[in-house]
């Protein structure tokens, strides 16, 4: 059974940092790009960042550049997205998702094949 569980959101104020963790399960890891999304109360959902399983290279949305860093545990299948200076307008439920993306990993949903359940991230000001 494939799985991918979000975990580390929470409450946290303006300018904190929160770390998510994305522990994957019931597929090749090393097969698959991950990518990382969020939907805030009352938007569509966009992407964040993703990492590629092809080299390790990484994208992130503007909104996040600078303060966001994604990284990947291969060993422990598991995927991290380090958040620093954290903003309300951050605030939202944050998925991670998996995908056979090719060399180079975008943030398109259509690309990816596996989502988590979600984790909340509520940033307080």
């Known amino acids: 059974e494939v799985q991918l569980v979000e975990s580390g959101g929470g409450l946290v104020q303006a300018g904190g940092s929160l770390r998510l963790s994305c522990a994957a399960s019931?597929?090749?890891?090393?097969?698959?790009?991950i990518g990382w999304f969020r939907q805030a109360p009352g938007k569509e959902r966009e992407g964040v960042s993703c990492?590629?399983?092809?080299?390790?290279?990484?994208y992130y949305a503007e909104s996040v550049k600078g303060r966001f860093t994604i990284s990947s545990d291969n060993a422990n299948n598991t995927v991290y997205l380090q958040m620093n200076s954290l903003k309300p307008t951050d605030t939202a439920v944050y998925y991670c998702a998996a995908g056979v993306v090719g060399a180079v990993c975008f943030v398109y949903e259509y690309e990816y094949d596996y989502w988590g359940q979600g984790a909340q991230v509520t940033v307080s000001s």
């Open positions: 019931g597929f090749t890891f090393d097969d698959y790009s």
């Open positions: 990492i590629s399983s092809y080299d390790g290279s990484t």
